[in-house]
């Protein structure tokens, strides 16, 4: 398809496990951004790159918490140690120019973060 | 970051028109103001978004006050699948990159 896909959809991880979240932004789409989601709350800022270069993870609650986007395309964001309280939907959303703005973002459907 | 207020909650019929406002009193000469609309079990969807002028695109419309400090998003016939939780977003025109989501109005559209 041509949207923002993410994967997995959903992941249950036991309290103090390793997960790895995957974004495939659209193809062609410079900027790259990483939200989390708690229930009931708007998306929160975590991380933005522009192709390879990660210029804000400002977001970015912890140190447990780190992104990468190697070859400026697919995106993949890392959790260790995983704790209750990141239990949240993670978003992925990408626009396609560097001027953001006056940009609009697409956003991918998230994947469910469940720690136990 | 600029802050935008909305109200929590609104209801409309189907088949009628719907105003969500938006209170955006500290907004400056080059920042945009942005619509995303969040359906259940969805990522954020772009609606709108306008600079000083009035806007229309096939979804909304997009009516901002003459000093800017006030918008409206307009849905010109609700239907069901219009519920959602609809963000009101200012872009900072300074180099800022993000989205920066408040809490949203959750809009109800009564069959």
């Known amino acids: 398809g041509a949207g923002v896909s993410q994967s997995p959809r959903y992941k249950v991880a036991k309290r103090g496990q390793d997960v790895a979240l995957r974004c495939d932004p659209i193809?062609?789409?410079?900027?790259l951004f990483w939200y989390q989601q708690a229930l009931g709350q708007g998306p929160e800022f975590l991380t933005y790159f522009q192709n390879e270069a990660q210029l804000d993870k400002s977001g970015l609650p912890s140190d447990r918490f780190f992104a990468e986007r190697p070859e400026g395309s697919v995106s993949t964001l890392k959790i260790q140690r995983t704790q209750q309280e990141d239990s949240a939907v993670y978003l992925c959303?990408?626009?396609?120019?560097?001027?953001?703005?006056?940009?609009?973002?697409?956003f991918g459907s998230g994947t469910q973060l469940s720690v136990l | 970051d600029a802050k935008t207020t909305q109200p929590n909650s609104m209801e409309s019929n189907e088949e009628e028109p719907v105003h969500l406002p938006c209170n955006h009193s500290t907004i400056s000469g080059t920042d945009y103001i942005h619509w995303y609309r969040q359906l259940p079990s969805q990522g954020p969807e772009y609606v709108i978004h306008?600079?000083?002028s009035n806007v229309n695109n096939r979804m909304a419309s997009l009516a901002i006050a003459e000093d800017r400090k006030s918008s409206t998003l307009i849905l010109h016939r609700a239907t069901l699948r219009d519920a959602a939780v609809y963000y009101c977003i200012l872009r900072v025109g300074r180099g800022a990159q993000k989205l920066v989501f408040g809490q949203g109005t959750r809009l109800t559209i009564n069959p």
């Open positions: 306008g600079l000083t």
């Open positions: 193809s062609g789409h410079v900027s």
């Open positions: 959303a990408s626009s396609l120019a560097y001027s953001a703005t006056n940009e609009k973002l697409f």
